[in-house]
């Protein structure tokens, strides 16, 4: 759900968590400072989810 910060009210039933999906790429930088200016507001929840791409073997590619 994206909402922006003056729309952000608990009565109404939004509770504050906002959760960011980060990695080692410059662009999750982006999209948390993003999550950050537009979405966290003073009393807000923000949930890192850090993603890490499993390497895969050789033995297990198709050729």
């Known amino acids: ?15 504050g968590i906002v959760a960011v999906a980060i990695d ?5 930088q982006n999209a948390l400072k993003w999550a950050i200016d537009h979405l966290i507001t003073k009393g807000s929840t923000i949930v890192l989810i850090h993603v ?7 033995s297990n590619s198709t050729p």
């Open 24 to 28: 080692t790429d410059k662009g999750s």
């Open 52 to 58: 890490k791409v499993k390497p895969t073997s050789s």
């Open 1 to 15: 759900m994206w909402l922006q910060k003056n729309q952000w009210d608990k009565k109404d039933g939004v509770n």
